[in-house]
């Protein structure tokens, strides 16, 4: 798997809109870019994915560079319930499972 | 629906001493993940299943942990006898598809 590097940790202002890098400049071709985020004491919740286009959901929209060496993931309005870590994960899907490997992750803190 | 169910949520055990962890998947899919996650860390893969065979269990540490899945729903994880470096929380995950999967709330093991 691409490893990938983010930032320790973020402040982001409650209402605004919050971007948070990953760089992964050893990803394949065949990679995708997945975003989980963890509220503390609880388990990791699935964000979004993409593979080369942006993609947008009811949760953030995920932005991917043309030569899919970074990415980052946009809350467009910070909540004060968004203070979590956020992992960003590059891996294949393939039929056989889709194991995740986390690495430290971006501890953001949305600040009233 | 209902998510992925863990039991017990807290477990306190003294060195050498033999833990069980139980996972219930969410209905119908075939992959199970438990994770280890230590205190300031990412989580980490222990053994993966699909259906009832194991995919993957290269960083379950076998001289002290076993884990089964009967029938292809539910599973165990066993540590035994446990050390005091097995502190952490206990993550079961589970998927129906190649992108996402779905956290349980975890199993936080206190060894004294």
């Known amino acids: 798997d691409a490893k990938t590097t983010q930032p320790p940790s973020m402040d982001c202002a409650e209402g605004r809109a919050a971007n948070l890098p990953c760089n992964h400049s050893t990803i394949s071709g065949n990679e995708y870019v997945y975003w989980y985020r963890q509220i503390h004491s609880q388990g990791p919740q699935y964000i979004i994915h993409?593979?080369?286009n942006n993609e947008t959901n009811e949760m953030a929209s995920l932005i991917i560079t043309e030569d899919r060496k970074s990415s980052t993931l946009i809350l467009p309005h910070a909540t004060l319930r968004d203070t979590a870590v956020y992992y960003c994960?590059?891996?294949?899907?393939?039929?056989?499972?889709?194991?995740?490997?986390f690495g430290g992750g971006t501890r953001l803190m949305v600040k009233p | 629906e209902a998510g992925v169910a863990q039991s017990p949520r807290y477990k306190i055990i003294e060195k050498r001493q033999s833990v069980a962890f139980w996972c219930n998947p969410i209905s119908g899919h075939a992959t199970l993940y438990w994770y280890q996650q230590i205190l300031g860390q990412g989580p980490k893969l222990l053994i993966q299943?699909?259906?009832?065979?194991?995919?993957?269990d290269s960083q379950l540490p076998k001289d002290r942990f076993s884990a089964e899945r009967l029938k292809g729903v539910d599973s165990t994880l066993k540590i035994q006898p446990a050390k005091l470096e097995d502190s952490a929380v206990y993550l079961c995950?589970?998927?129906?598809?190649?992108?996402?999967?779905?956290f349980g709330p975890g199993t936080r093991l206190t060894v004294t």
């Open positions: 995950a589970s998927s129906q598809d190649r992108y996402e999967q779905y």
């Open positions: 299943f699909q259906n009832n065979g194991v995919v993957d």
């Open positions: 994960i590059v891996r294949v899907a393939n039929n056989a499972g889709n194991m995740l490997t």
């Open positions: 993409g593979l080369k």
